[in-house]
């Protein structure tokens, strides 16, 4: 009896132990839980914050977050089964964007034809929004693509693209500079910035397949 009692004794503490650590483990989910609500919160909130920034997309619509998607919704609440390809483009670079705010790393933005389905307008806005959450890009354009960066009504998209540091022209080695003919021969690469923006200034002629 005395043995069982001193084991008792001894269990005691243990089970203590480990009441608190369970005690302590539904705290830890509660917080967490919290906050990553709170932080869905903001994310939410930045991303229709810079999304009404961008014109041609903002202020008629705005993006909520589902349980498992996002979604846009229009002015009278309804939430949308789709949207232009300019807006849905929108809506992820600025979801993205507010992500970045949130750490206390800087990410790199890297996207491929960046503004395919954005008229001049809706660039503007891409690049006086978004740009500046990022101190390092990188973007895969076509001449058609830097085109339309460049012809904004207010010259911000041009402003933003003659900012940038670093420029790279991939061509085919029979192309003529200025007019992206003909498109043969084997790949090569150009830097600079005269490179860049004196390449097929008028676009690239449509390819027949």
Same mark, same amino acid.
């Given at each position: 009896? %005395? /043995?069982?009692?001193?084991?008792? #004794? ?5 089970? %203590?132990?480990?009441?608190? !650590? ?14 990553? +609500? #709170? ?28 349980? $498992? ?11 949308? &089964? $789709? #949207?232009?390809?300019?807006?849905? *483009?929108?809506? /992820? ?6 992500? #970045? !705010? ?6 790199? *933005?890297? /996207? ?16 006086? /929004? ?6 390092? @890009? ?20 041009? @402003?933003?693209?003659?900012?940038? &540091? ?28 005269? +490179?860049?923006?004196?390449? @097929? ?9």
């Amino acid at each position: 009896q %005395r /043995a069982l009692q001193k084991k008792l #004794a001894e269990l005691t503490p243990l089970k %203590r132990l480990s009441e608190g !650590s369970d005690v302590t483990k539904e705290v830890f989910n509660d917080a967490l839980k919290e906050t990553m +609500a #709170a932080l869905r919160a903001k994310v939410e909130q930045d991303t229709n914050d810079l999304l009404a920034q961008i014109a041609s997309t903002g202020g008629t619509i705005s993006v909520r977050f589902l349980e $498992n998607r996002i979604s846009f919704v229009q002015q009278s609440g309804r939430v949308q &089964d $789709n #949207a232009n390809q300019g807006a849905i *483009l929108s809506g /992820a670079y600025c979801f993205v964007s507010a992500l #970045a !705010s949130l750490g206390s790393m800087e990410p790199v *933005l890297v /996207a491929d034809s960046p503004v395919t389905g954005m008229d001049s307008f809706t660039t503007e806005g891409w690049v006086s /929004a978004i740009w500046p959450f990022f101190k390092q @890009a990188v973007f895969i354009m076509t001449p058609g693509e830097r085109g339309i960066i460049l012809s904004g009504p207010q010259g911000i998209g041009r @402003a933003g693209l003659e900012a940038l &540091d670093h420029f790279v022209v991939v061509k085919r080695s029979d192309e003529d500079m200025t007019t992206g003919v003909p498109q043969t021969g084997i790949m090569e690469v150009h830097t600079g910035r005269e +490179a860049f923006f004196n390449y @097929a200034p008028a676009g690239l002629p449509e390819v027949k397949r």
